[in-house]
């Protein structure tokens, strides 16, 4: 086991700085989502001050992270632009964020349609007089669901909104959470016309993780479910999925101190397993963001054991049955914070806000080698599970081609030349009574 761990341990590669100006550069808190990657082409967002004002920045890597455009500035107005989101699929880019250019908080939105070389004009999505903030998004093809804070009723309350036609046009507002006290820190994450939302919520007195989710594309909604039940307090969700797995993290402090939990369901919501404690440790664990890629669970936060606050990280490669050790993956004197990561490929990646320089800039890092992918042919008429990161069906003597969280990109029905694939898809093949993966 020393071994094992030290073997991981070794393969993250070093700090890359990504930003560099003598302002600030953050990241938002954990229950939005501040990285995107498709393939081996990253894409960042982040809030920075060097123009007198907070505004929305971007850059990307074409190569997995190995280098770095420029910043490019994606706002440009007097007031305060802060707290984005973005997410996507394939080379379509969207991003959401907190504006308060129009006198109050609002949402707005933009996207880009060829990976991120251009963008389309900003968006306004929510006009009330009162306060909207804490934006998160979500992708599934071209459909984009977001999720915020509003406090048009008198509280903080749930809303949702989202588009169905990539971004063109938008539905109208949707109040999930209907309570008198405060609903806040929403996640969300997506697969198809399945929408799944958790959030903070004080209404019994205390912080509770309530849940709540959409089988049919945001037009009804399930009840609100309550997911932890503790004299304590339960903290900044983030949640992700694989098909009907679902998993959420948060921040709970049951144990006299604020440590890591995790909880799942292998139903799409229906039921859920016993909460289960990450991390262990006498100071606070905090801010957690989780990735999940197949049956590899990957978890990273704040945590301030060392006597500052540093990155730490630990994964599952077995759907968060078992864990792996607590991998600290930052080591400096000053505070590294509020980290988020992504998985493609076999590359895990991640990006933090760091103030070892005398101001906040944003850091990356990644393991190549972190994500496991398994390839395997298998005879016709099988019964297909899920394996990694590629969704098997009984295929029926079909040909399918899956993205990497194993939504069908494109079904083939007879022999085809594919050109111009994204990186992130899999080519599920029939021939000589063998399915066989291919991976592009």
Not at 136 to 161: H, L, M, P, T
Not at 197 to 215: A, F, L, T
Request: hydrophobic share 30%; with cysteine.
């Amino acid at each position: 086991m020393k071994f094992l761990f030290a073997f991981l341990l070794t393969q993250w590669g070093p700090d890359i700085r990504l930003t560099n100006d003598p302002n600030s550069s953050r990241l938002p808190i954990n229950n939005q989502r501040a990285i995107f990657v498709s393939g081996d082409t990253l894409h960042i967002v982040w809030e920075e001050n060097r123009d007198g004002n907070w505004e929305i920045y971007y850059k990307r890597s074409l190569d997995a992270g190995n280098t770095w455009s420029q910043d490019t500035r994606l706002t440009n107005d007097p007031n305060l632009s802060m707290e984005p989101s973005i997410s996507g699929f394939g080379s379509n880019i969207h991003l959401v964020w907190l504006d308060t250019r129009d006198g109050n908080w609002e949402i707005y939105y933009k996207n880009s349609s060829n990976g991120g070389n251009s963008w389309s004009i900003d968006k306004r999505l929510t006009n009330n007089p009162s306060y909207s903030y804490s934006p998160c998004i979500s992708v599934s093809s071209s459909n984009i669901y977001i999720v915020w804070v509003d406090e048009r009723d008198g509280n903080a309350e749930i809303y949702y909104k989202k588009s169905n036609d990539g971004g063109n046009t938008w539905g109208n507002d949707l109040r999930l959470t209907n309570n008198p006290n405060t609903s806040t820190n929403p996640s969300i994450w997506s697969y198809g016309s399945n929408i799944h939302v958790v959030w903070q919520d004080n209404r019994d007195g205390n912080w509770e993780i309530y849940y709540k989710r959409s089988n049919d594309g945001g037009n009804t909604w399930s009840s609100d479910l309550r997911l932890t039940s503790n004299p304590y307090n339960s903290l900044y969700p983030s949640i992700y999925g694989f098909s009907s797995n679902i998993y959420i993290v948060w921040v709970d402090d049951r144990d006299g101190n604020y440590e890591i939990y995790y909880k799942k369901s292998n139903d799409g919501g229906n039921t859920w397993g016993n909460d289960l404690r990450l991390t262990n440790n006498p100071q606070e664990s905090f801010y957690p963001c989780i990735f999940v890629s197949g049956l590899n669970v990957h978890v990273t936060w704040t945590d301030s054991r060392d006597g500052n606050k540093e990155i730490y990280y630990k994964n599952s490669i077995d759907g968060g049955n078992t864990w792996g050790q607590d991998i600290r993956l930052t080591d400096n004197p000053n505070t590294s914070q509020n980290s988020f990561l992504f998985a493609s490929g076999t590359k895990v990646h991640i990006i933090w806000t760091d103030d070892r320089d005398g101001n906040w800039e944003i850091y990356y890092k990644k393991n190549p080698s972190g994500n496991e992918i398994e390839e395997n042919e298998f005879k016709n008429n099988e019964d297909f599970a899920f394996r990694k990161n590629i969704l098997w069906k009984n295929l029926n003597f079909e040909t399918f081609l899956y993205d990497i969280e194993g939504r069908i990109f494109k079904k083939i029905e007879k022999e085809q030349i594919l050109k111009n694939l994204p990186s992130n898809i899999y080519f599920v093949k029939y021939k000589s009574k063998v399915f066989k993966l291919i991976k592009f």
